[in-house]
DNA sequence: GTCTATACCTCGATAGAC
DNA sequence: GTCTATCGAGGTATAGAC
């Protein structure tokens, strides 16, 4: 005995990824290697398509277009980044909020690709008219009014970093981070992103505790 | 009384220019500013030929390919760098080095479309095969030696820099510098990047002397 | 959902006249 | 030195069959 085909179970309902879904991932994982290594403006959607394994129509079935390949992109790295930092409760606040800068490097360090990714959009993104501008600006906006915040609270281990020059720090940590992936991404085997970032907190405890 | 034709003082020697000098310039200092709005992957010779107010043959004429363009305008620049830092004699060592971080700053913030320049032709050569990738390699490994020999050398204004940490510093200033400037690009109006600068090196000179 | 075929465009570079 | 005309490669996106 048989269901009638309209009553079949679809295959969503069965825990188990229709073709599509798989199409689909693997596109999203070939896109961000190929914006990683070349970036965004050089890549091209038949390289996609051919390391996906999909013709060059199958995959603007998924995304209607370059742009709406990109966007997905960077819309999954974010919530995963998301999860990282507030996953687990409230952001962390003062000194710790420094520290925590230790391990978004050494999470980083072990995400290569993501930086490269990052770095590479971020830089083609300050063209006007660029698809992923309004996702940059507003990435950017957010890690600022998190800044902010943290600069602008106070715990016990130390003075207040937003003391004499919180504000002028919240920017400059951010800018050391990015210069600092930027070049990782040209001699990558001679720096140690956290060793970096570690002794920049070191110096600033130093001066300020 | 006239001169025979092959004894005309040719235009060179009237210390006026020739017109194909003054095409040359021209060009040089348009596609400088589209490289600088949009970086050189972007960059067409049409746009730049049409800025120049010639044809592109006419462009390809005195640049026989884009990236013989690109070349050209970068070494125009690095001609400029090198004589603002040696220009005047021997480079600075020590804690007049660091110093000497804030003066690039301020001589960088007044040429904001060098940076812009700067910035996106690295980030793009970071790819292996671009037209610009062997210069900008070569651009960083002068820079790395000139922070090795500023780090080895003392004076008598403070603590030797390449004391502790003085190898890694040599290297975050650079990076702090990167990714300063290129932010910069993105919120020009809200940063002043030798406030930056200089609110770094405070820190670094009260940490060791 | 995936394919083939193709329309349509932009761009770098060349050929050759003036 | 500068022009017009054009070639040819490489790219995005669409049409329509299966």
């Known amino acids: 005995m048989s269901f009638p085909s309209h009553y079949a179970i679809p295959p969503t309902a069965t825990g188990k990824r229709r073709d599509g879904d798989r199409t689909r991932a693997k596109a999203l994982q070939v896109a961000a290697a190929q914006i990683s290594a070349i970036g965004f403006n050089k890549m091209t959607i038949a390289r996609v398509a051919a390391d996906a394994g999909v013709s060059q129509s199958g995959l603007l079935h998924h995304f209607p277009s370059k742009a709406a390949l990109l966007a997905a992109v960077l819309d999954e790295r974010e919530r995963e980044d998301s999860e990282f930092l507030f996953g687990d409760g409230s952001p962390p606040l003062g000194w710790d909020a420094f520290e925590s800068l230790v391990a978004l490097s050494a999470r980083n360090q072990t995400r290569p690709e993501w930086v490269e990714l990052f770095v590479r959009t971020s830089a083609e993104a300050t063209v006007p ?20 915040r943290r600069c602008r609270a106070r715990n016990g281990t130390g003075r207040d970093p937003a003391g004499r ?40 405890r130093m001066t300020w505790s």
């Open 129 to 148: 008219g660029h698809p992923a501008h309004d996702w940059v600006t507003r990435h950017y906006q957010s890690l600022r009014k998190l800044a902010h």
């Open 165 to 204: 020059a919180g504000a002028v720090h919240g920017r400059v940590d951010r800018r050391l981070l990015d210069g600092m992936q930027q070049q990782w991404g040209l001699e990558p085997r001679e720096i140690s992103m956290v060793d970096n970032v570690r002794e920049h907190v070191r110096l600033l």
